[in-house]
């Protein structure tokens, strides 16, 4: 059957497992329900063709185009697809675990509740493909340009994104567990309500992301990771090293800053109004100049105030540090 031309034919549940299909027009086919497992694909057609619950497990699709095909609840496990095309495609609730995507096109393709785990997806394609509760679990994304995607309530656990770009992109509830995001930039990138457990975000780009109500406590930060313009609303550091990580003009009210020590932590212009501080708290030269404490639960039991720097601070009680001869919050809570 290589070559032949089966465009618009109604295939619809026929078993065409182990097939030789290669380089076949299948424009607008009607496969759905269809056994196509292990059968050869190789550069075949199969644009705006409907493959709704076929089984391609184990096929052979290196470049197949699958331009606007209907996929819904197929399975293509253990598939070859390098190169492949699903620009536009429909993939929801599709099963492509351990799949070779290398090189394959998502553009603008729907993978709501796509299944991709343990996949190879070096070089895929994914601008302004709809994502919504895909599993990128445990997967090897390395250096991968992902920007402005939506991504709400995916799973990356366990995949490694050392040095990716996810700038911009919608990542609320995601699931970070485990994931390594390495010198990632996930600028202005909102991951509001996400896991972070065991997530290593060690020299990541954080800056002006949304990260209200997250638990960081067991997440793996260090002095690169930047937190600058982000918003930390609500967001639990508590008992965390966070020494030299830098702040700056960070929204963090109603942080939970409670036996966390912020050593030369720069917090520079900060808003930390309603700032939970208690006598484990490290404030040793952090700067907090410009910074607002408005309210901040305990700031006078933390430890080494002396050795903060202030400066137009606004304290707890409400005065400015300047006002005081000794500019200083210390005392002024």
């Given at each position: 059957?290589?070559?032949?031309?089966?465009?618009?034919?109604?295939?619809?549940?026929?078993?065409?497992?182990?097939?030789?299909?290669?380089?076949?027009?299948?424009?607008?086919?009607?496969?759905?329900?269809?056994?196509?497992?292990?059968?050869?694909?190789?550069?075949?057609?199969?644009?705006?063709?409907?493959?709704?619950?076929?089984?391609?497990?184990?096929?052979?699709?290196?470049?197949?185009?699958?331009r606007g095909a209907d996929?819904?609840?197929?399975?293509?496990?253990?598939?070859?697809?390098?190169?492949?095309?699903?620009?536009?495609?429909?993939?929801?609730?599709?099963?492509?675990?351990?799949?070779n995507l290398m090189d394959?096109?998502?553009?603008?393709?729907?993978?709501?509740?796509?299944?991709?785990?343990?996949?190879?997806?070096?070089?895929?394609?994914?601008?302004?493909?709809?994502?919504?509760?895909?599993?990128?679990?445990?997967?090897?994304?390395?250096?991968?340009?992902?920007?402005?995607?939506?991504?709400?309530?995916?799973?990356?656990?366990?995949?490694?994104?050392?040095?990716?770009?996810?700038?911009?992109?919608?990542?609320?509830?995601?699931?970070?567990?485990?994931?390594i995001l390495i010198d990632?930039?996930?600028?202005?990138?909102?991951?509001?309500?996400?896991?972070?457990?065991?997530?290593?975000?060690?020299?990541?780009?954080?800056?002006?992301?949304?990260?209200?109500?997250?638990?960081?406590?067991?997440?793996?930060?260090?002095?690169?990771?930047?937190?600058?313009?982000?918003?930390?609303?609500?967001?639990?550091?508590?008992?965390?090293?966070?020494?030299?990580?830098?702040?700056?003009?960070?929204?963090?009210?109603?942080?939970?800053?409670?036996?966390?020590?912020?050593?030369?932590?720069?917090?520079?212009?900060?808003?930390?109004?309603?700032?939970?501080?208690?006598?484990?708290?490290?404030?040793?030269?952090?700067?907090?100049?410009?910074?607002?404490?408005?309210?901040?639960?305990?700031?006078?039991?933390?430890?080494?105030?002396?050795?903060?720097?202030?400066?137009?601070?606004?304290?707890?009680?409400?005065?400015?540090?300047?006002?005081?001869?000794?500019?200083?919050?210390?005392?002024?809570?």
């Amino acid at each position: 059957m290589e070559d032949c031309n089966l465009s618009r034919e109604r295939l619809g549940g026929k078993d065409l497992s182990g097939a030789n299909l290669r380089n076949a027009n299948l424009t607008g086919a009607i496969l759905d329900g269809a056994n196509l497992s292990g059968a050869n694909l190789t550069s075949a057609v199969m644009t705006n063709a409907d493959l709704t619950e076929a089984d391609l497990s184990d096929a052979i699709m290196v470049g197949v185009n699958f331009r606007g095909a209907d996929l819904t609840d197929a399975v293509l496990d253990n598939a070859d697809l390098e190169k492949a095309d699903f620009s536009d495609a429909i993939l929801e609730d599709a099963s492509l675990r351990n799949t070779n995507l290398m090189d394959a096109k998502f553009i603008g393709a729907e993978m709501k509740g796509a299944n991709l785990d343990s996949a190879i997806v070096i070089g895929i394609r994914l601008l302004d493909a709809e994502m919504r509760g895909v599993a990128f679990t445990n997967l090897m994304m390395d250096r991968m340009i992902i920007e402005d995607a939506k991504m709400v309530a995916v799973d990356l656990s366990g995949t490694s994104l050392i040095d990716a770009s996810l700038d911009g992109s919608d990542l609320r509830i995601a699931n970070l567990t485990d994931a390594i995001l390495i010198d990632a930039s996930l600028e202005g990138t909102d991951l509001s309500g996400s896991t972070l457990v065991n997530t290593n975000l060690e020299g990541a780009n954080l800056e002006k992301a949304d990260l209200e109500d997250i638990d960081f406590t067991q997440a793996i930060l260090d002095r690169d990771t930047d937190f600058t313009m982000a918003k930390l609303q609500g967001s639990d550091f508590s008992g965390m090293d966070l020494d030299d990580i830098t702040f700056e003009y960070a929204d963090m009210d109603d942080v939970d800053f409670s036996g966390a020590s912020l050593k030369d932590a720069d917090l520079y212009g900060a808003s930390l109004q309603d700032a939970i501080f208690n006598k484990r708290t490290n404030l040793d030269e952090a700067d907090l100049r410009k910074a607002d404490l408005e309210d901040a639960e305990d700031l006078d039991e933390a430890r080494k105030l002396s050795g903060v720097q202030w400066g137009d601070t606004t304290c707890p009680d409400g005065s400015n540090s300047d006002d005081y001869p000794e500019v200083t919050c210390e005392y002024h809570s």
